[in-house]
């Protein structure tokens, strides 16, 4: 029964933040916002909230370990894992004027989750910071791309266009879609937290385990998704731009959210070890990135490979 909850919750959240982004981004439309501005928040928040829904009601339940590890597990795994497989499918090139703007953001919001993590304890404060931070960043990058000529602008229109086509249906149903997801992606976060915490007992392995794999991996398929057909269409800026979207808003939008509505202190094994991961995946992307302005396929491979080893020492040590 553990495991059918949460292959069940893992279904929900992924086809409840499906049909989200979806109903999301058809309403926007509908309301005549711009493409612009829907990839850059509408389809960002969206594929972000299988993680939001996931943490918070982790840390309202009292398991911290699945809350700070699911963001710092999806962090981990959207680089190594998602990148190195859509990598794998097709190389990723990455416009230069987009990768210095989101490229130092994406190092910022990971230097300021491994100081709060340090920290040992998110309070309310530090989570406040954490999500002004996340408003500063989509008001300039908004405001830069208004600009024709601005690297991002064709990135976040594209990702509009793939997560949803042109609405061909009602404004009212897809306010039901956008409704209907969330309940969704609310109801498979509960079963997967609650599946997570037995499977953990379970097993005699800590929740802060769960929380970084199977959870991490499970809240990510949304990206994954997203990536795949991104990189199977031939968009690798939509798919390298989801994946440092998503990092920036895990970290300063779920994280900090998560911490506004419940304070939660950091487990020390996150401190110890995944947070430097985390920091070593990031700095890498960033390397690869920066040495010919694209992700090929054998950097790709050793992203797959560098997460195997990843999840191979956490097995052995579990």
Known sequence: MTILSLLAGLVLLCVGGEILVRGAVRSARAFRVSPLLIGLTVVGFGTSTPELATSVIAATEGSPG?????????????????????????????????????????????????????????????????????????????????????????????????????????????????????????????????AAIELATGMGISQTVIGLTVVAVGTSLPELVVCVIAALRGHGDVCLGNIIGSNIYNVFGILGLTAIIHPIAVPAEIAALDIWVLVGATLLLMVFLRTSWRLNRIEGGVFVAAYAAYLGYLASVA
């Not at 931070?133 to 600009?147: D, F, G, Q, T």
Request: with cysteine; aromatic share 4%; net charge positive.
């Open 66 to 194: 699945i809350a700070v590890g699911n963001v710092v597990g999806s962090n981990i795994a959207n680089i190594l894992l998602i990148l190195g497989i859509s990598a794998l499918i097709a190389p990723l090139a990455v416009k230069p004027a987009a990768f210095h703007r989101d490229g130092a953001v994406l190092a910022a919001s990971t230097f300021a989750c491994l100081l709060a993590v340090v920290a040992g304890f998110l309070s309310s404060l530090i989570g406040g910071v954490l999500v002004a931070l996340l408003v500063a960043y989509v008001a300039w990058a908004y405001i830069k791309e208004r600009s024709p000529h601005d690297g991002g602008r064709e990135t976040h229109e594209h990702t509009a266009e793939n997560a949803a086509p042109p609405p061909r249906t009602r404004l009212a149903l897809s306010i039901g879609l956008t409704i209907g997801g969330i309940a969704g992606t609310i109801l498979g976060a509960r079963l997967l937290v609650s």
